[in-house]
């Protein structure tokens, strides 16, 4: 696993059903791009997360796959509206093979 | 059944912008968390401007909304970071800083608005990163860690962020005097190929453009700083460093003497305003 790898999440605690609220993540990660070369001349090796998704109670609520342009600690912001209280699940996936997870319960009402 | 509405961003925490001139920022507040930080505040009489303004004021709003939420605020990573470092056992003596500071880092709740600042046990001024090594060598029976680095600064940025919100209170008198005088030197000497001083652009010029910069009064109640132009934390020294490179002149080494007195000076020439760190900068 790439060094100082951390998942952070931001749910809100509760939300109205069918009302869409606020879903912010950010992971650390240095997103080694591929592109780079280090003081030898020999190139530095692709390392980035590669794939980002979450679920909401077992059902895929967005994925999105990270290529090689996107900046140190990605951060993925987006909308969701629920009808029942559950937990959001948010996963990354390294290339290296590790995956990060993290998850937060909300309540409907 | 359940249903979904998404309206997905994915946005990368480095914004490229253009430097469009901004207006600055007249607000004399920011609040952060419910978190008051003073923006603009009636400057020490030592010092030759009117106003003391936090470099916030001089940012875009993009960076600006940056520091405006701890979510978005990039430093908080490194601060998350120090928490690891902060629970970790290192040296001969099996401790880490939890082992002592049982009440966590907020027991530092109002040391980062004080320093750097005299020490009589120490007999010389000591900064954050001279407290931490105290530890780690003294107590801890660990090797200092380097200055400038990232186990540093983000180090710093967690004891900072304890005092954030807290106003500046730097000594500019008793036994730190000599220095003090000696970073206000150097603040007004010109240097460098370009032959400018810190005063040249942070004191005569601040709130014009240089090139596609906004320039700020240079203060350093924001530090440790995230800058979009690195991705990391940027100590104070590392920040003077930078500045006189811009001026091509000899940076003075990062801890050195000239560098811990004109830290000692500059923080002091932001006295009244908050403690900010880590505050996020372009």
Known sequence: MADN???RVRVPRSAAAGEAFEIKTLISHKMESGQRKDSDGNPIPRSIINHFS??????????AALEGAISTNPYIQFEASIEESGTFTF???????????DSKDIAVG | MKKFTLSAAVAATIAIFAGAASAESNSAVLTIDGQEITLRAAAPDYIDVDEVISGWSFRTAETQALQMDDFDNPGMIFVDQAIDDWNTVDGSEGKSCASCHTGGPEEFAGLRAELPRWDEAQGKV???EDYINLSRVEHMGAEPWKWAK???DAMVALISLQSRGMPINVAVDGPAA????????????????LDMACSNCHEDNYGVMIRADHLSQGQINGFP???LKNAKLNSTHARFS???????AQPFAVGSDEFRALELYVASRGNGLSVEGPSVRN
């Open chain 1, 54 to 63: 979450c679920d909401f109670n077992g059902e895929n609520v967005i994925q």
């Open chain 2, 225 to 227: 700083t995230y800058r």
């Open chain 2, 126 to 128: 000591m900064n954050m």
């Open chain 1, 5 to 7: 790898v951390k998942p």
């Open chain 2, 242 to 248: 930078g500045c006189m490179k811009n001026i091509r």
């Open chain 2, 150 to 152: 990232p186990r540093m």
């Open chain 2, 178 to 193: 000599d220095m003090w005088e000696a970073g206000r030197e150097l603040y007004y000497t010109r240097v460098g190929q």
């Open chain 1, 91 to 101: 996963t990354w996936q390294d290339d290296d093979g590790s995956e990060y997870t």
